[in-house]
Nanobody, 124 residues
Framework: QLQFVESGGGLVQPGGSLSLSCAASGFTLKNYVVAWFRRAPGKEREEISCLDSSASNTYYADSVKGRFTISRDNANNMINLRVDNLKPEDTGVYYC?????????????????WGQGTQVTVSS
């Protein structure tokens, strides 16, 4: 059974940090471009970060550049997103994603597997 399970969301104060993770089962993540998308309230889902299969090329949206860090753990078949210096506008549902054939940025319509989403709320 193919699964892509997220964890790590929650409520955090502005300036705080979180670590989001996605664990894959039923497929091998090291062969995939991996990405994180975010759906902010009232907005479309947008790609905020991407890492290619060789881990040599990354993409970050301007809104998160310098504050978010994507990484992959091939030994445990997982990907991670470290989010620092959080702002209220970072509030939203965060989705991990995997694309077998592409490059970074992956693009919404190229995604083969999606995580279920995890809520991040930044508020004082």
């Amino acid at each position: 059974q193919l699964q892509f399970v997220e964890s790590g969301g929650g409520l955090v104060q502005p300036g705080g940090s979180l670590s989001l993770s996605c664990a894959a089962s039923g497929f091998t993540l090291k062969n995939y471009v991996v990405a994180w998308f975010r759906r902010a309230p009232g907005k479309e889902r947008e790609e905020i970060s991407c890492l290619d299969s060789s881990a040599s090329n990354t993409y970050y949206a301007d809104s998160v550049k310098g504050r978010f860090t994507i990484s992959r753990d091939n030994a445990n078949n997982m990907i991670n997103l470290r989010v620092d210096n959080l702002k209220p506008e970072d509030t939203g549902v965060y989705y991990c994603a995997a694309d077998l054939r592409g490059a970074c940025p992956a693009g919404y319509y190229n995604i083969d597997y999606w995580g279920q989403g995890t809520q991040v709320t930044v508020s004082s």
